[in-house]
């Protein structure tokens, strides 16, 4: 798929600096904060206003699987500069709750197999308190991430200038010849999602630049609020 294609952009950023020394960190960090997004937070309730019926949910967990695989692989191996990047860790880090549940439900539905209507009831109800759950999860890590200092907003704000303008946009125009428009729009909102929150946890799991992630996590999420928008009125000059 397009997605993990147009992500690893994210490896052109000090490329060339060497591992150790605060520069390596920062530019590893700036590098996995590129490789995915906020996609439960704010790609999911997006899709599901802009396609109400049924032509564009399908694809929300077909997305959301893509999106999860390259973060845990291609992002994991860019925050850590391959330390983490054999068979084995991709392979534990690979088997998390939210890969297992969607590789079920992608199953269920290909096998036609219908659930208990007592089953369904619950699932119903847990996917109703795990969004209000999700939505207050999201605010308390953004209240918690140390606020970015002046000296990496530049920084941080070339993220949101290549990541959540100039691909979403790219990727839109690009997709055309050979995808219909529903596709389309789900590619540019995977691209133009801010970075995943997850970001500041890794990075101070790996002894990385946290400050930097965290900055970089709370200017795009922040941004996304106008990014976005403009993604929309950028493609419809088109």
Known sequence: MAVG????????????????????????CSQGCIVGGNFGFVVIPLAM???????????????????????????????????????????KKLFNPILVSIAASLTLNSLHIRLSETVSCVVDMVGDVSYSMGLIYLGCAICFLKRPTAASLGQASCIVAVKMLLL???????????????????????????????????????????????????????????????????????
């Open 5 to 28: 294609g147009v992500h690893i952009d994210g490896v052109g950023r000090n490329s060339q600096q060497p591992y150790d020394g605060a520069a390596a960190a920062e530019g590893q």
């Open 49 to 91: 206003a802009l396609f109400p019926d049924a032509s564009g949910r399908q694809y929300i967990p077909i997305c959301m699987a893509v999106d999860t695989t390259v973060v845990w692989t291609l992002g994991l191996f860019l925050f850590t500069r391959g330390r983490e990047g054999t068979l084995r860790t991709i392979g």
């Open 168 to 238: 979403p946009v790219l990727v839109y125009g690009l997709s055309g010849a050979f995808l219909p428009e529903t596709e389309r729009l789900m590619l540019m909102l995977i691209v133009a999602a801010p970075s995943m929150t997850t970001a500041s946890m890794i990075s101070r799991q790996y002894r990385l630049d946290e400050d930097y992630a965290s900055t970089a996590v709370f200017i795009s999420t922040m941004c996304c609020m106008v990014t976005i928008p403009l993604d929309f009125f950028l493609i419809s000059l088109a």
